[in-house]
Nanobody, 115 residues
């Protein structure tokens, strides 16, 4: 089993920054990728960014240039640095660990961008 726990959400004004953290524990050997998804009220869950075990990164067009995903292998942690936040970034953000085709998800952390 793989356990995933997110933290770092909160409320911020437009233009502000937040850093989300994700701790992965348990049977972590062989994890292939760590994607971050988000889901806004009434909207479908969307892929925001991901990083593979090789360090390859992906960003959705809507966050490219503003969000940065990174990984600390020694601490089994993944980070999502979010800068220049916009109201449309408001959502619950979920960290996942992908292993052998299975996705393990945390409970999510709320991000609210509002003036």
């Amino acid at each position: 089993q793989v356990q995933v726990v997110e933290s770092g959400g909160g409320s911020v004004q437009p233009g502000g920054s937040l850093r989300l953290s994700c701790v992965v524990s348990g049977d972590i050997f062989g994890i292939d990728a760590w994607p971050w998804y988000r889901q806004a009220p009434g909207m479908q869950r969307e892929l925001v960014a991901s990083i593979t075990s090789y360090g390859t990164t992906y960003y959705a067009d809507s966050v490219k240039g503003r969000f940065t995903i990174s990984r600390d292998n020694a601490k089994n942690m993944v980070f999502l640095q979010m800068d220049s936040l916009k109201p449309e970034d408001t959502a619950v953000y979920y960290c996942y660990a992908e292993k052998s085709g299975l996705l393990y998800r945390g409970r999510g952390t709320q991000v609210t961008v509002s003036s």
